[in-house]
């Protein structure tokens, strides 16, 4: 299994523009977490989906962020406009099933806002 | 809210020691996760457990869930065991059910 793959691994972008984050879940997890990683609050969960819907997307800080899950195999995270505090390493998980399963990781897109 | 407080936050060793890094959490639990984290790299889930103790190769993992208290131990450390290590705990019953991240170790293992 190749895991949870993300693109790009790298982003470097002007504030104002716009940033699209992909994900390819590991096949047949029915969940997918987005997580948002900074120096001063460490791990935060953005958004979850349950089989392509979203169920919480509490964790978004505004409305400059979206995500969608067309399939089961793809989901992306969009920051329209970015902001230099968007500066931060954006992780994808997937997990089979929600409580006590495991999740997997991605290698995370790290995200530079200028 | 779970509050999750990992300690030591910095450790440093020397190849060949015994590590412990410990996670203490303020609620009640259905499971706690240790994870790792290498430098400039991804994460990877090391244990899930609800109860006792876990083992995988050097690492062992064991919680107290009347302490509120979870541990995770190195035997036989190598440098290529240096990384940050996250705890997170997720809540048991009601609907606070996010997992809720410790702020991490980072580890250095020196040759």
């Known amino acids: 299994d190749a895991g949870v793959i993300q693109s790009p691994r790298h982003e470097v972008t002007e504030m104002g523009q716009e940033v699209t984050l992909r994900c390819k879940p590991i096949?047949?997890?029915?969940?997918l977490f987005w997580y948002r990683q900074t120096m001063m609050r460490g791990l935060e969960l953005l958004i979850y989906?349950?089989?392509?819907?979203?169920?919480?997307d509490s964790g978004m800080p505004e409305d400059r962020f979206s995500a969608k899950m067309p399939n089961a195999s793809f989901s992306t995270l969009k920051i329209q406009p970015s902001e230099p505090r968007d500066s931060a390493v954006y992780f994808c998980?997937?997990?089979?099933?929600?409580?006590?399963?495991?999740?997997?990781f991605g290698n995370g897109t790290r995200l530079t806002v200028t | 809210k779970n509050e999750v407080e990992q300690s030591p936050q910095n450790l440093t060793a020397q190849e060949g020691e015994f590590i412990t890094i410990n996670c203490s959490y303020s609620?009640?639990?259905?499971?706690l996760h240790w994870l790792q984290q290498h430098p400039g790299g991804g994460i990877v889930s090391l244990f899930m457990?609800?109860?006792g103790k876990k083992k995988h190769g050097r690492l062992i993992a064991t919680i107290n869930i009347q302490e509120k208290h979870s541990s995770l131990h190195i035997t036989a450390s190598h440098p290529r065991d240096s990384a940050v290590y996250i705890c997170?705990?997720?809540?048991?019953?009601?609907?606070?059910?996010?997992?809720?991240f410790g702020k991490g170790t980072l580890l250095t293992v020196n040759p």
């Open positions: 997170a705990v997720r809540n048991s019953g009601g609907s606070n059910y996010k997992l809720t």
């Open positions: 609620v009640g639990i259905s499971a």
């Open positions: 457990l609800s109860s």
């Open positions: 998980a997937s997990s089979l099933g929600f409580y006590n399963s495991p999740l997997h």
């Open positions: 989906f349950n089989n392509n819907v979203p169920i919480d």
């Open positions: 096949s047949g997890h029915d969940y």
